[in-house]
């Protein structure tokens, strides 16, 4: 069946985001770009990603979906879309860190960046296959690489999920379903403007945190769980 979008799979590339926008930008069609490695990867704020043996490296980029008000709930709608399938076609346990990150067994497991730029989107996002020795903080979907699921197909399906929520609305993004994979929530947390604990995840996707002065909703910036994370 045709997908809604083309499908570019590389070897290797500098980085998914940039192949993915500039080949949005000369057909005008949306479009996945998977890469088995990249070389100028980079994650929020311009942090490089670390290589691990094998990995699922993509991006999807797009006219944008949602309202420009709207797309704070990008990360975590796709944080969604990639725990489902994750879940469906490893069998892991998946847990989310607000707002960009996949987690295994307390450790990163994969991350999520969105750019923005005009009347499109860029949604990237990457996930450790296997990884025989990972730093403390990381983990991969598999211990043996001969179980590793497959990066084309991991990313296909993340992709055909999250169309499948932005189709539905930015009012019926699945919130639930992320307040309760979400390992933030119950955790001291410490952002620019301050510390407390996160409580909830509001309609519009910001960390509702109880500070000592109350209620504070955090919608941009670092926060850090307190032991780590």
């Known amino acids: 069946m045709a997908t809604p979008y083309d499908i570019d799979h590389l070897a290797e590339v500098a980085s998914t985001q940039d192949a993915a926008s500039q080949r949005r930008s000369a057909s005008g069609r949306a479009t996945l770009v998977i890469a088995d490695r990249q070389t100028s990867g980079r994650g929020r704020s311009g942090r490089v990603w670390l290589e691990p043996d094998t990995a699922m490296y993509s991006s999807l980029a797009l006219a944008r979906p949602w309202p420009h008000d709207r797309l704070t709930l990008l990360p975590l709608a796709t944080a969604i879309a990639v725990r489902r399938v994750l879940v469906a076609l490893a069998g892991v346990a998946v847990d989310l860190k607000w707002p960009n990150d996949l987690l ?9 960046l969105v750019e923005a730029s005009g009347d499109d989107v860029v ?46 609305g930015p009012d019926a993004w699945p919130r639930s379903e992320y307040v309760d994979a979400c390992a933030t929530l119950g955790s ?23 500070t000592s002065a109350g209620t504070e909703t955090v919608v941009a910036g670092d926060v850090h769980l307190r032991g780590g994370l």
């Open 104 to 112: 295994r067994a307390d450790r990163k497991l994969g991350g999520i």
């Open 123 to 168: 949604i990237g996002c990457g996930v450790n296959l296997t990884w025989s020795r990972p730093p403390s903080f990381a983990i991969a979907v598999h211990d043996d690489p001969a179980e590793a699921v497959a990066a084309r197909e991991l990313a296909s399906g993340w992709v055909n999920e999250l169309l499948g929520i932005l189709d539905a």
């Open 188 to 210: 001291q947390v410490a952002w620019d403007g301050g510390t407390g604990l996160a409580s909830s995840i509001d309609g519009s996707g910001g960390l509702v945190v109880e």
